[in-house]
């Protein structure tokens, strides 16, 4: 594995990227190019910063306040080997993982055996936000999400049931 991650930013401490405290990293790059996208500085796969996940995790574990991290972006999925060892290091501590994808769950799962990473980091994920920013379906009022064809998916019950099962807030 590639020990750097390209990231376009860090949150330390976040109230508005998941439930509770939330130390949120945004990956660098984003194959989605949706319209209307909130960050589209992140699109490039150039730019941003190399960060060293060893580092990430070592300046996650002195926020002792933390309930989780939130990997987002950009498209974290397409950076994850680097999440899922952060990840991995991360549900050790005691802490949740939520993941924001454009990818949705059933694109997740016909593909996880072909891309890098995309295996072991479902393993880790407790929250996926699932699928592609659609102006369209744009609801100010969603709690977490921006338009309303995407979910909070509970992705260890999804695991372990094989049904999509929905996160309740
Ligand atoms: S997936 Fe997210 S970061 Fe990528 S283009 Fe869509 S809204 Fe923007």
């Known amino acids: 594995m590639e020990s750097k991650i390209r990231l376009s930013g860090i949150t330390r401490e976040s109230v508005v990227d998941g439930l509770g405290f939330r130390y949120v990293l945004y990956a660098q790059g984003c194959p989605h190019r ?3 996208c909130h960050n589209p500085s992140t699109h490039s796969f150039e730019g941003g910063e190399l960060v060293d996940v060893e ?37 050790a501590m005691g802490l949740n993982v939520w993941a924001y994808t454009g990818y949705t769950l ?12 995309w295996n072991d980091f479902i393993k880790y994920i407790d929250v996926l936000v699932d699928g592609r920013y659609q102006e369209d379906h744009k609801d100010l009022s969603l709690c977490f999400r921006g338009s309303t064809n995407q979910r909070l998916i509970d992705m260890q019950r999804t695991l372990h049931t094989g049904e999509i099962s929905l996160f309740q807030i």
């Open 34 to 36: 949706c319209k209307g």
């Open 55 to 91: 580092n990430i995790v070592y300046d996650i574990k002195k926020y002792t306040m933390l309930d989780g991290i939130t990997c987002s972006g950009g498209e974290c999925f397409e950076k994850a080997e680097q999440f899922a060892f952060i990840a991995k290091e991360v549900k």
């Open 106 to 117: 059933e694109e997740i799962l016909l593909y996880q055996n072909d891309r890098s990473g």
